[in-house]
């Protein structure tokens, strides 16, 4: 028996093949954003006939079709989406229709990363589990008791907009002080322009072509390591807020791991380094011990994989 | 068969028989701060024999000891409590010598008031529920599944140190931006000491005789149903961080229920007031509902109760 993961983004649909855990074929299309949740369904229909065709495999070969979104799936099913424009819609349900007795799953994306680093990667073993992927924005996935956990309402595992402070700008949800808006890229990213644009000098600017708009987080960590000194001060301060983010999602959740990844883990050296005893040093009783720290396993992989198992 | 519950607090250890979810006999003793855990052992030992003796029940009646401390109970099993010179003690272990073949068992009086809640009070019949109990500091309790949940190590639903955003002063715990430095009888207390010190007219003084030290929440509380503008200063700020901190605990655990108790919760009329709509507006998805917001059930016996259903 096979199953089917999709990774539903804003850029396109990537969708794998997937038997004891390996991806064994892989195709995608591009994200119609604006075809609302008829078009979605049909776009995963194509995918998942695609998959079928290539294969040569049947219906009845295939034991389920997960789908990770970008959005917040309510307990009801119901799922809503703001970059791809779906507001309650029951999409498991539309899938369902398209594959008779094939068991479909929709999930947030960034569980479904959980899942994937829970099942096969980082977090492998252990029962309780937190991923943070530090992207455009901050993405959270919870496991308690070796499942995805996402509250009540869909809501929980949001980490990204759990607030840990007060930041000089304010988050697009409208709050202030939200974790991705001290520890996602564009954080990172946003710091660097506000320092470099108050006239400190840096080569980040000479990376960018002179202009602040190209900066990038990767150009940042590339400074760092050339000692770059408004680099180290935008480093810092992501790593004081990513280490009392942690901390507080200690004092909440308490994992036994965490996992992080986007494209801010691929400095893993710098994001590890002294991090676990930042985290030791302000956690109220660290006599029990602390999380685990650790980098995802897997990349763009991470949304097929995840969704395949869940 | 019955059920003992056992109380330890920082002044007194109170103990219950009981059966059926009714506590039928309760006794006391004050806590011996000075002396360790082979006193409070014995101590603990001394009221349980002393509810045996008055109910005339022997040993075998007896199904389960429960016992709520206010600190870290690691998942080893291993207590610490700064308050009662307790570190890294097996206290259970050490209680249950005591009793042989009686169940024993230890948790957070946090989490003990959230049992209590759960099994007979404001929280009876959801899966997943949270507690916050606002007394001089800010505890939590977290259900989920229908059980006591304090993560890996015992740390999790600490969530009086959830960082929520920069505050003017530090916590006890050496950080800066608690929840419990903004919601706590404390806070609010300080805040008004504040305002007042800086030469704000305030009936609050009044109530006070005249020293900002003998202020307690209950005189802010009485003062904003006077309409006295510090008052009313002290009280928004309180509820704004309340609803911050509460939009927190959903984007991360999003649970059905939150029970507010502890001293705080006796203004539950001020407390609940808007509070809803506040955490609706504020949460990055509302599509799908948001927690019930309550007030806790029991006050003074949540600990007693709490434990006995351990």
Redesign the interface.
């Known amino acids: 028996m096979y199953t089917i993961g999709i990774d539903v983004g804003g850029t396109s649909i990537k969708a794998g093949l997937v038997r004891e855990g390996k991806i064994i074929y892989k195709c995608s299309k591009d994200t119609d954003r604006l075809g609302g949740a008829d078009k979605l369904v049909e776009d995963i229909a194509y995918v998942v006939d695609e998959i079928m065709k290539s294969n040569e495999i049947t219906k009845e070969e295939i034991k389920s079709i997960g789908v990770g979104i970008p959005g917040?799936v309510?307990?009801?099913g119901?799922v809503?989406c703001v970059n791809l424009g779906l507001?309650?819609e029951l999409l498991s349900k539309k899938i369902q229709d398209k594959f008779e007795n094939i068991k479909v799953v929709v999930e947030n994306d960034a569980t479904v990363a959980a899942v994937a680093e829970h099942e096969y990667g980082s977090m492998k073993g252990y029962?309780?589990g937190v991923m943070l992927t530090l992207g455009t924005g901050v993405g959270?996935g919870?496991i308690?008791?070796g499942k995805p956990?996402?509250?009540?309402?869909?809501?929980?595992?949001?980490?990204g907009?759990?607030?840990?402070?007060?930041n000089y700008y304010d988050c697009n949800?409208?709050?202030?002080?939200c974790f991705e808006t001290f520890c996602s890229a564009t954080a990172i990213i946003k710091y660097a322009q506000k320092l470099i644009s108050e006239n400190r000098e840096s080569i980040i600017l000479g990376y960018a072509e002179n202009n602040i708009k190209n900066i990038t987080a990767r150009m940042v960590f590339d400074a760092y390591r050339e000692e770059d000194s408004v680099a180290g001060e935008v480093v810092n301060r992501f790593k004081k807020y990513l280490a009392?983010g942690i901390?507080?999602?200690?004092?909440?959740?308490?994992?036994?791991v965490i996992s992080i990844g986007g494209g801010v883990s691929n400095a893993s050296d710098i994001v590890l380094d002294g991090l676990s005893q930042m985290v030791n040093d302000?956690?109220?009783?660290n006599?029990?011990?602390?999380?685990d720290i650790v980098i995802a396993e897997f990349k763009n992989d991470a949304g097929i994989l995840g969704a395949s198992a869940l």
């Open positions: 917040v309510a307990k009801s119901e809503t507001k309650n029962d309780i959270g919870i308690i008791n956990f996402s509250g009540a309402h869909g809501v929980g595992s949001e980490l907009h759990v607030m840990i402070s007060s949800c409208g709050n202030n002080g009392m901390v507080s999602i200690i004092h909440s959740i308490d994992p036994e302000n956690v109220i009783f006599g029990a011990g602390i999380p």
